[in-house]
């Protein structure tokens, strides 16, 4: 059986995670047309490349269905409760850089800190009868990050996707979302809280701790590691 890597499929964190692999002497890349999810690898034996989206890249190692996988810090700790029981980061790879941050609306002049967002979110339950309304897709990070720091007095919004846009639109008071230039904070008149980073994450090369992990594939593992310089 083949050591499977799954490695994001498109975008920057694939062609990154390529370079990254390349300066150490494996060549990584999509095999067949641009557009077919089949990949190879060269520079190494028994190592398969399975192109996956990096969202799925956590469920995927935490089954056993890959041995390795490259995503996200921040998509291992939100998809996967107790990650660390279920994968092992072997290297921070330099890059995907971005920060998951909890951010309030600039106008908001009385609201830097986390303790003036529940002070604030008091005082709106008060005035609207309602939680103040954070927008994320973050969930799980989000209410750790906020019980552990006392917060309690608000909803969970799901937002897959423009989420900076809820607050403008009326359906969220606050948002969690990752930023990297703060551009998108900025253009829609957000600031992030002093002490509102809940991670900053980065591309990771991650070991599933489920799977096949027969004497062959740790042997695999090992050459791999001797390559990369792991
Ligand atoms: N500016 C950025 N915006 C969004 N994600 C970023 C940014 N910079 C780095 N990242 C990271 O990229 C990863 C998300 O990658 P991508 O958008 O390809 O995932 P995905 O949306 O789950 O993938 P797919 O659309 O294939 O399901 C996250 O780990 C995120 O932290
Ligand atoms: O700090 P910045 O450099 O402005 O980048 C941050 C933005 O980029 C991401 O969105 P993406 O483009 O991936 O689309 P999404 O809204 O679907 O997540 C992220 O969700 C922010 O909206």
Redesign the pocket.
Same mark, same amino acid.
């Given at each position: 059986m083949m050591l499977k890597l799954g490695v994001p499929s498109k975008g920057r964190l694939m062609e990154k995670t390529f370079d990254w692999f390349g300066t150490r002497g494996i060549t990584l890349r999509k095999s067949g047309s641009d557009r077919e999810y089949a990949g190879a690898v060269d520079g190494i034996d028994g190592v398969e490349l399975v192109l996956l989206s990096a969202g799925e890249i956590p469920r995927e190692l935490a089954a056993g269905n890959i041995h390795l996988g490259v995503t996200g810090s921040d998509l291992v700790r939100e998809k996967l409760a107790n990650w660390e029981q279920r994968v092992t980061a072997m290297a921070p790879m330099g890059f995907g850089g971005a920060d998951l941050i909890i951010a309030v609306p600039q106008a908001w002049v009385d609201v830097d800190t986390l303790d003036d967002l529940d002070a604030a979110a008091a005082a709106f339950r008060t005035a609207h009868g309602f939680r103040l309304r954070i927008a994320t897709k973050y969930h799980r990070l989000v209410r750790e990050f906020l019980r552990e720091k006392g917060v309690a007095d608000y909803q969970l919004i799901d937002s897959q =996707?423009? *989420? &900076?846009g809820t607050v403008k639109n009326e359906t969220a008071e606050a948002i969690a979302?990752? *930023?990297? *230039? =703060? &551009? *998108?904070?900025r253009a829609n008149g957000l600031k992030i809280l002093d002490d509102g980073l809940i991670h900053a994450s980065q591309a990771t090369l991650f070991r599933g701790r489920r799977g096949d992990w027969s004497d062959g594939q740790r042997q695999k593992l090992k050459s791999l590691q001797m390559v990369l310089g792991l």
């Open positions: =996707g423009a *989420t &900076e979302d990752i *930023t990297s *230039t =703060g &551009e *998108t904070l």
